[in-house]
């Protein structure tokens, strides 16, 4: 797996954790520690991970799923690993609206497939046949978190991409989920 995914984790962790104000009487020498995204080691982690990623390593599932068990502990673990989808989708190839819908759509689930397989380093589900349904079963997201917060990961992800390809874009969720006993993770328009 991509030491991007990493690093893009801990990223979000960070930013989320980074206060938009503080109060006049607040003692930031006892709040600031308490921010897991603030500390030192989260710093070094990121520098350690910055490096890992220039160079193009990879982290091994159990670093991965360190890192996934860190943040589904926080309860605004969905909305992270939705922001480090977001992160991972890169940027747009195009204008949305320059190309067919359906052309688009193909398009985007193409990129969607690629971008998945580079990141985790195998293939992460497949896409069922018809609109925009994506599906997967036994995936490490569920192997490292038993609620089925990571998978939100996945739903950024399909999310971003969508909205760079096809004017008008689903907003994607994640409508079944094996930590929720689904035969399977997947995920679609909502």
């Known amino acids: 797996m991509s030491a991007l995914v990493a690093l893009t984790i801990l990223e979000v962790l960070q930013a989320s954790d980074r206060p938009f104000e503080v109060f006049e009487e607040e003692d930031t020498s006892i709040t600031m520690p308490r921010r897991l995204g603030l500390s030192d080691v989260v710093e070094r982690r990121i520098r350690t991970y910055q490096e890992e990623t220039k160079k193009g390593n990879k982290i091994s599932d159990e670093e991965f799923g360190d890192l996934v068990r860190l943040v589904v502990k926080r309860p605004d673990a969905r909305a992270i690993f939705l922001e480090c989808g977001a992160r991972l989708a890169g940027k747009p190839t195009r204008r949305p609206g320059l190309v067919p819908r359906k052309l688009g759509l193909a398009l985007a689930k193409r990129r969607i497939r690629?971008?998945?397989?580079?990141?985790?380093?195998?293939?992460?589900?497949?896409?069922?046949?018809?609109?925009?349904?994506?599906?997967?079963?036994?995936?490490?997201?569920?192997?490292?978190?038993?609620?089925?917060?990571?998978?939100?990961?996945?739903?950024?992800?399909?999310?971003?991409?969508?909205?760079?390809?096809?004017?008008?874009?689903?907003?994607?969720?994640?409508?079944?989920?094996?930590?929720?006993?689904?035969?399977?993770?997947?995920?679609?328009?909502?």
């Open 114 to 190: 690629k971008r998945l397989r580079t990141l985790f380093g195998r293939r992460v589900g497949g896409f069922a046949d018809g609109g925009f349904v994506l599906e997967g079963r036994s995936l490490l997201f569920i192997q490292s978190d038993s609620g089925g917060d990571a998978c939100s990961l996945v739903s950024g992800l399909c999310s971003a991409t969508l909205s760079g390809s096809i004017q008008d874009p689903p907003t994607i969720a994640h409508i079944a989920c094996e930590a929720r006993e689904d035969a399977y993770c997947r995920w679609g328009p909502q």
